[in-house]
């Protein structure tokens, strides 16, 4: 059975950092791109960040470009999303999903994803 776990959420002050972890099992893990998204209360999902296959190509929503970093161990089965600087408006529950089919462009993101997480809390305090 697929399966993703998200860990390293938490409580952090304003300007302070996270590494989120996404643990997969149950499927070849680097023939799947892997996503992070986050929902904040009242709001919809949103894509936060993509990484390839291979780990070679990365994206990145513009609200967190140049403070988040997506990486991926695929002898560990995890990809991690170190986070800093922090702000209150990251405060939301982190998903990550794993998706295999490519889309077209040769984007960091799948045409769609398979598997997702439960999500992990990440709240920043102002």
């Known amino acids: 059975e697929a399966q993703l776990v998200e860990s390293g959420g938490g409580l952090v002050q304003a300007g302070g950092s996270l590494r989120l972890s996404c643990a997969a099992s149950?499927?070849?893990?680097?023939?799947?791109?892997i996503g992070w998204f986050r929902q904040a209360p009242g709001k919809e999902r949103e894509g936060v960040s993509c990484?390839?296959?291979?780990?070679?190509?990365?994206y990145y929503a513009d609200p967190v470009k140049g403070r988040f970093t997506v990486s991926r161990d695929n002898a560990k089965n995890t990809v991690y999303l170190q986070m800093n600087s922090l702000k209150p408006e990251d405060t939301a529950v982190y998903y990550c999903?794993?998706?295999?089919?490519?889309?077209?462009?040769?984007?960091?993101?799948?045409?769609?994803?398979?598997?997702w997480g439960q999500g992990t809390q990440v709240t920043v305090s102002s």
């Open positions: 999903a794993a998706g295999s089919t490519d889309s077209s462009g040769g984007s960091a993101c799948p045409a769609w994803y398979d598997y």
């Open positions: 149950g499927f070849t893990f680097d023939d799947y791109y």
């Open positions: 990484i390839s296959k291979s780990g070679g190509k990365t």
